[in-house]
């Protein structure tokens, strides 16, 4: 169980490109997904937590223009960045929690990661 | 804010055993996780401390003491499978929001 997928896994594109990555809960219903972003030889840094249904809430210092998240059912959110350039070029995580019940709060299972380059 | 800190690599042979010490400077505390990450790959759950005390999962334990803001992950038997990157995490109280430390390399040697 809590199987988390992401698509996909890895992407090429212009730069000035839209790309859009898909973050899917296949087991399992996502009260929250959160979005990470990873350079080689960094840690996961917190670009984004969404909650299905309402607007995502963007750390500080990720413009959320430039990186849209949806977060249509509690198995689907995507993470779009928009007018991509080289700097965009990581590694995107997705991770799904079922939140909080009772004062419990449940553990982030996280997806397979895409990796993105911008030429 | 929160500020994790974990040493950047470690090396051991197969079979020993190997402690990843993490201290931690939080505005809230509900917990510390501790995750592996192979090379390209997904972080993988280990084991969570909400409480005082070692949790232990098969070769893998974790320790957490909170009023020392300090946890280690053990690895035993080492096996040239566990080469990885491995990662502490805090998520704040209330919050499920997890920050992570800048991570461990850890290299198996035969």
């Known amino acids: 169980g809590a199987v988390v997928s992401q698509h996909p896994s890895w992407v090429i594109c212009k730069s000035g490109t839209s790309v859009k990555i898909e973050c899917r809960s296949l087991?399992?219903?996502?009260?929250?997904m959160f979005w990470y972003r990873q350079f080689p030889k960094q840690s996961l840094m917190l670009m984004a937590t969404?909650?299905?249904?309402?607007?995502?809430?963007?750390e500080q210092g990720v413009e959320k223009d430039k990186f849209l998240i949806n977060h249509a059912s509690l198995t689907l959110s995507t993470l779009t960045v928009t007018s991509a350039h080289p700097e965009d070029s990581s590694f995107y995580i997705c991770?799904?929690?079922?939140?909080?019940?009772?004062?419990?709060?449940?553990?982030?299972?996280f997806g397979p990661g895409t990796r993105l380059t911008v030429t | 804010g929160q500020s994790l800190e974990q040493p950047s690599e470690v090396t051991a042979v197969e079979g020993a055993i190997v402690q990843i010490n993490c201290t931690y400077q939080t505005s809230g505390f509900y917990g510390l996780s501790w995750y592996q990450q192979h090379d390209g790959g997904a972080p993988t759950f280990l084991s969570y401390?909400?409480?005082?005390g070692l949790e232990e999962t098969g070769r893998f334990s974790s320790f957490l003491s909170r009023s020392d803001s300090y946890g280690y992950l053990l690895l035993q038997e080492l096996q040239m499978k566990d080469s990885a990157s491995y990662f502490c995490?805090?998520?704040?109280?209330?919050?499920?929001?997890?920050?992570f430390g800048a991570g461990t390399t850890v290299t198996v040697r035969a």
């Open positions: 995490a805090v998520r704040d109280q209330g919050d499920y929001k997890l920050s």
């Open positions: 991770s799904a929690s079922t939140g909080t019940s009772g004062g419990r709060t449940y553990e982030q299972y």
């Open positions: 087991d399992f219903q996502a009260t929250t």
């Open positions: 969404s909650n299905e249904g309402s607007k995502a809430t963007y």
């Open positions: 401390n909400a409480l005082d």
